[in-house]
């Protein structure tokens, strides 16, 4: 067995030496990129062929150059426009009849039944295949009537909720199936999808490689057969699990299809399925988009019913990553709610300290009057008053300056959150989505301004307790003191005892203001008290006294 598995190893590196390479995905999404941009011009060239062979029929005067020249078309429109490939088809119906040839007219109706069913369009297949008399069929009408009834039964099996209809159609598909593959050749795309399926079933993997290796070198590269066989392909890799291989394969079946103008995209919907479970949401929204300009234009029930699901999953993510920028808001609001209660706490402490000055003032102007006698030490004193005075004005500049600062940013950001507010309802209002994706997907607004919060809580910090720092380590063991940088911001260290420094104590409020959780703070400030001179348990009032001596 091992030597088996061996042999089909060797054989896979040696068939298929392009998936030995280096696979650069990135590469192949923009290939596809490039062919979904210039899709227009690929299905340009489509659109000549079907107007140079309308033109063809329009001339024509023979029955037979008729047929062959509505057969054309079908097959031109098939994978472009539903409606007229059925038209086309129905036409060649309608001629073989007027010819009198019994069995052409009954193979196009099985072809047209067939075509129904890829579509998703089960009760018109079933009118077609049941308009069709069996008694005289060639052995190909009779392969395409038991392939008719296989594929409607596979799909009806695959589509049913029932569990009962999914055993009944099951056991009719099987019974077709068997009968089919009598007539296949095995050079037949029906014989290697029909195999292919039925070894992916039985989970022989390996196998239904090899298989599909055999079927790949008999397609032409850029042909709508190598589209199918690729996606085939990407299905056996999907099945080992082999990620790399797999978004190769889809995306390389995805590039043929767009450059071939095919509208039904089977191979698009399954990247863009990938891509969504991957979490790459804004490239799946995009091939998604696509696909569905593409299914509105081909006009087949079976990709709507695909897309749907699809496109509700894209939508419950960006309504996710909608909520995640509200709930960045509100902590943003929290966090200039805090703001705004610092400043008030400054203007407090600065009241507080001129109501300190003016008792002072009283003081020493009631000791002036009693000690006379001490006039050369009360000049020395009021020199050294005045000094004071001086350093305490420039205190209070400094704090009416911060305290100006902050209340303007905290209208600033309540100004930002109310336009951000009308702006997302808005877009909500006119359900314009993508606007409102690519206005909130951006994170670097959030981190600018937790940014500019930092750095000005720092900077008013410092003018208010210059020595903050100093008084901090001493309190400290050498080994743990703490050296901040030359940029002149606070680590969070020093933010924590700062914020304590100012009354607020409680955790969870200092892990709001610093954007950590709670746990985080508490053992950043074990760690620190550990780390004390004195008493841990008496370190954080020693850390409130500093700055009033």
Request: charge should be positive.
């Given at each position: 067995?091992?030597?088996?598995?061996?042999?089909l190893?060797?054989?896979?590196g040696?068939?298929?030496?392009?998936?030995a390479q280096?696979?650069?995905?990135d590469?192949m999404?923009?290939?596809?990129?490039?062919?979904?941009?210039?899709?227009?011009?690929?299905?340009?060239?489509?659109?000549?062929?079907?107007?140079?062979?309308e033109?063809?029929?329009?001339?024509?005067?023979?029955?037979?150059?008729?047929y062959?020249?509505?057969?054309?078309?079908?097959?031109?429109?098939?994978?472009?426009i539903?409606e007229?490939a059925?038209f086309?088809?129905s036409?060649?119906?309608?001629?073989a009849?007027?010819?009198?040839d019994?069995?052409?007219?009954?193979?196009c109706?099985?072809?047209l039944?067939?075509?129904?069913?890829g579509?998703?369009f089960?009760k018109?297949?079933?009118y077609?295949?049941?308009?069709?008399?069996?008694?005289h069929?060639?052995p190909e009408?009779?392969g395409?009537y038991?392939?008719?009834?296989?594929?409607?039964?596979n799909?009806?099996?695959?589509y049913?909720?029932?569990h009962?209809?999914?055993?009944?159609?099951?056991?009719e598909?099987?019974?077709y199936?068997?009968?089919?593959?009598?007539?296949?050749s095995?050079?037949?795309?029906?014989y290697?999808?029909t195999?292919?399926?039925?070894?992916?079933?039985?989970k022989?993997?390996?196998?239904n490689l090899r298989?599909?290796?055999?079927w790949?070198?008999q397609v032409k590269?850029?042909?709508?057969?190598?589209a199918?066989?690729?996606?085939?392909?990407?299905?056996?890799?999907k099945?080992?699990?082999?990620?790399?291989?797999?978004m190769?394969?889809?995306?390389?079946?995805?590039?043929t299809?767009a450059?071939?103008?095919?509208?039904?995209?089977?191979s698009?919907?399954e990247?863009a399925?990938?891509?969504?479970?991957?979490?790459?949401?804004e490239?799946?929204?995009?091939?998604i988009?696509?696909?569905?300009?593409?299914s509105?234009?081909f006009?087949?029930?079976?990709?709507?019913?695909q897309?749907?699901?699809?496109?509700?999953?894209?939508?419950n993510?960006?309504?996710?990553e909608?909520?995640?920028n509200s709930h960045?808001?509100?902590?943003?609001?929290?966090?200039?709610?805090?703001?705004?209660l610092?400043?008030?706490?400054?203007?407090?402490y600065?009241?507080k300290?001129?109501?300190?000055?003016?008792?002072?003032?009283n003081?020493?102007?009631?000791?002036?009057?009693?000690?006379?006698s001490?006039?050369?030490?009360?000049?020395?004193l009021n020199?050294?008053?005045?000094?004071s005075?001086?350093?305490?004005?420039?205190?209070?500049?400094?704090?009416?300056?911060?305290?100006?600062r902050?209340?303007?940013?905290?209208?600033?950001?309540?100004?930002?959150?109310?336009?951000?507010?009308?702006?997302?309802?808005?877009?909500?209002?006119?359900?314009?989505?993508e606007e409102?994706?690519q206005?909130?997907?951006?994170?670097?607004?959030?981190?600018n301004?937790?940014?500019?919060?930092?750095?000005?809580?720092?900077?008013?910090?410092?003018h208010l307790f210059?020595?903050?720092?100093e008084?901090f380590?001493a309190?400290?063991?050498?080994?743990?003191?703490?050296?901040?940088?030359?940029?002149g911001?606070?680590?969070?260290?020093?933010?924590?005892?700062?914020?304590?420094?100012?009354g607020?104590?409680?955790?969870?409020?200092i892990?709001?203001?610093?954007h950590y959780?709670?746990?985080?703070i508490y053992?950043?400030r074990?760690?620190?008290?550990?780390?004390?001179?004195?008493?841990?348990?008496e370190?954080?009032?020693?850390?409130?006294?500093?700055g009033?001596?």
């Open positions: 067995m091992k030597l088996y598995t061996f042999i190893v060797f054989l896979f040696t068939i298929a030496p392009t998936e280096k696979i650069d995905q590469s999404y923009s290939v596809l990129d490039n062919a979904i941009v210039h899709s227009t011009e690929h299905l340009q060239k489509r659109i000549q062929r079907i107007h140079l062979l033109s063809q029929l329009k001339n024509s005067s023979n029955i037979k150059l008729s062959f020249l509505c057969y054309k078309l079908f097959q031109e429109y098939t994978p472009y539903h007229r059925c086309y088809l036409q060649c119906i309608n001629l009849e007027k010819m009198k019994k069995q052409d007219a009954d193979i109706r099985l072809r039944a067939i075509y129904y069913i579509a998703g089960y018109e297949a079933l077609f295949i049941r308009q069709t008399d069996t008694t069929l060639s009408g009779k395409l038991l392939r008719a009834y296989y594929q409607l039964y799909e009806l099996s695959y049913t909720p029932n009962v209809l999914k055993v009944l159609y099951d056991t598909k099987t019974k199936e068997k009968a089919m593959m009598t007539y296949l095995r050079t037949e795309d029906m290697f999808e195999h292919e399926l039925e070894l992916m079933s039985k022989q993997n390996l196998q298989l599909n290796t055999q790949l070198h590269k850029g042909s709508h057969r190598y199918l066989v690729t996606l085939f392909r990407y299905l056996s890799y099945a080992l699990r082999d990620t790399t291989k797999m190769y394969w889809i995306t390389e079946s995805a590039i299809d450059r071939d103008g095919v509208m039904d995209q089977g698009m919907w990247l399925n990938q891509l969504m479970l991957q979490g790459h949401v490239r799946a929204y995009r091939y988009s696509y696909l569905s300009n593409c509105n234009k006009g087949s029930r079976q990709r709507s019913w897309i749907t699901p699809l496109l509700a999953n894209l939508a993510k960006y309504k996710q909608s909520e995640q960045r808001l509100i902590i943003s609001f929290s966090a200039l709610s805090i703001l705004f610092f400043a008030l706490l400054l203007l407090g600065t009241i300290q001129r109501n300190r000055l003016s008792d002072a003032r003081m020493l102007s009631g000791s002036n009057q009693k000690l006379y001490f006039n050369q030490q009360l000049k020395q020199i050294q008053l005045e000094q005075n001086s350093h305490l004005a420039d205190s209070n500049r400094v704090k009416e300056e911060y305290i100006g902050f209340l303007e940013l905290c209208s600033l950001y309540i100004d930002k959150i109310d336009k951000i507010r009308k702006r997302t309802n808005r877009y909500i209002k006119n359900k314009q989505y409102l994706y206005a909130t997907k951006d994170n670097s607004l959030f981190s301004n937790i940014d500019i919060l930092y750095k000005s809580f720092d900077t008013a910090f410092i210059p020595h903050f720092i008084d380590n309190l400290l063991k050498p080994e743990v003191r703490i050296e901040t940088s030359k940029d911001h606070l680590n969070t260290t020093i933010r924590i005892f700062a914020l304590i420094r100012l607020i104590t409680d955790s969870s409020k892990a709001e203001f610093l959780s709670v746990n985080t053992n950043y074990a760690r620190t008290k550990n780390g004390a001179i004195g008493n841990r348990e370190f954080e009032d020693q850390i409130k006294e500093i009033l001596k």
